[in-house]
């Protein structure tokens, strides 16, 4: 397990107090890299720490230091344990109760700022478990409107919570305003989702999403998507106050937040700047620096020939903030703020001055690094998908698949997850898009079945990284293996691939049919047991004749084959039959087909091919 899949929930700690719970809590424990606290009176194991005491004393000194708590008690003895240290769901820590039947993991408290309900969902899958969650807006297939734009780095701002949230769960009407920031969280709303995005002066509860800051007679709440970038022009040395004071100013004065703000925007020459990078250092802002040759072709309505002759470029501010936003149009031209007093380091009777302008992105600055997931869904049931690959796709903020294989996957799918489909033909687009969304700052999730990398989207998608130069580090990328095709058909006939064998696609879409042939005469002739991947289509119906007549030209027409369509899946179907007899037409793209070698054989209606144990 990759720790990161938890790291959002880090330090992790869990509580056992029973010989049973231990045993169950430990291996998990070393998955999700947590420590396990059991009491002086049980056994100490490998990566266990005891605590002596009560378990209330012990348990409030874990509770403000660590963002996630599993325990393997009963729920009423946990809901007993942490009463008395309930502050407020923004920073008490995610609770989760694991049933020692091992049956149910239960979210138990902050299940959204906490992350209680996530936390849930990913153990459960680490468990084969069943997750419980109560609240109001997962029964209604909502992403709670609290977590909303957690995915895009929105922050929140002033509002009642509470009651809005509570008007969702009644199924009351919400009316949503929107004019900044990804309307991608749309996307995943069930068809009756009770929000309104037209204007209705009759609604009684708002959601606001915007850069400005508003004021409204009722009942609403505020998200800024951080879209807002900060052009900043100052003297050497300009105290952080000053530069502080001035975009506070400009912000007041057109109603902007400061919470919309996704960074500062300057001169190269400035990116030492004690106050800007001592203030973006506090704010958690990024500084973005350009050189005076990329913002002097910016056209900018207030070009100063005093700034050119100055530092190579008529404007810093203005210019820099349309760099970094990527647009043409400022938002608040340059505004110039002077200190009222004058400072010893300088003769301006008036101090000194600081220049700003606001251009607004149209895609917000998450503030995330983004991860792609290349997920292998084996054949398509749950029980056949690595517990690591439901926890990914359990995790990521978008999945993106084959039609098919999505619909294979959907009680993996949770509230509020983006789910984008694709034909079948339409591989290299998925790819680009997700890394289009990885780059922006998403945990993206694409997945193939069988396995990724074996036919499946991981190549291509590193084949895309490279092409657009990735250094290897952002996006992070984690493969995810799978149960293969060829896996799954062999387990369903017997023990076919015991000795050598090699794997061929009969698909000549990406390699010219001539290369398949010499593979498949290579292969014959070898005497490897083979795996015929991509068969036969409605367009492509030759190719599996030539194969079988390659060969028959190398091996007895007794060898036997196995055909299994849709493995493990509710209409899967398996015939075993021989080299001679086998008819492609009964073969489509859903069938993976099976060549034994000369020492192959069906013995009971199972496919053997031997290793030769028994022969030495």
Known sequence: ????????????????????????????????????????????????????????????????????????LACGAVVRLIAPLLQHKFSDPAVVVWDQTGKFVISLCSGHQGGGDQLTRLVARQLNATPIITGASNALGLLGVDLLGVPFGWRRGAGDWTEVSAAVARGERVQVSQDAGSSLWKTALPADHPFDFNPNPEAKFHICISSQRRVSDITQVQWFPRVLWVGVGCERNTPRTLIETAIQQVLKQYHLAEAAIAGIATLDIKADEPGLVELCQDRNWPLRTFSPEVLRVREVPNPSQVVEAEVGTPSVAEAAALQAAGVKTLWV???????????????????????????????????????????????????????AAQTAIVQADVVIGYSLYLDLIKPLLRPGQVVESYPITQERQRGERAIDLAQWGLTVAVVSSGDCGIYGMAGLVFEQLRARGWDGKTPAVQVFPGISALQAAASRVGAPLMHDFCAISLSDLLTPWEVIQNRLKAAAQADFVCILYNPRSRTRTEQLYTAKRIFLDARSGHTPVAMVRSAYRVDEEITLTTLEQFNPDHVDMLTTVIIGNQSTDIYENWMITPRGYLGQ
């Open 1 to 72: 397990m990759n720790f990161s899949q938890f790291q959002s929930f880090q330090p992790i700690a869990a509580i056992a107090t029973t010989p049973q719970a231990v045993q169950q809590l430990q291996p998990l424990c070393q998955r999700l890299n947590a420590i396990l606290w059991i009491p002086h009176t049980l056994q100490p194991l490998p990566g266990t720490q005891v605590y002596n005491g009560s378990l209330s004393d012990h348990l409030a000194t874990l509770w403000s230091s660590h963002r996630g708590l599993i325990f393997g």
């Open 333 to 387: 031209s340059k505004q110039i703020y002077r200190d009222p007093l004058p400072t010893a380091s300088t003769s301006n009777r008036i101090g000194q001055a600081v220049t700003v302008a606001i251009a607004q992105a149209e895609q917000e600055y998450t503030g995330r690094t983004g991860h792609l997931f290349l997920v292998g869904t084996g054949p398509g049931e749950l029980d056949q998908i690595t517990p």
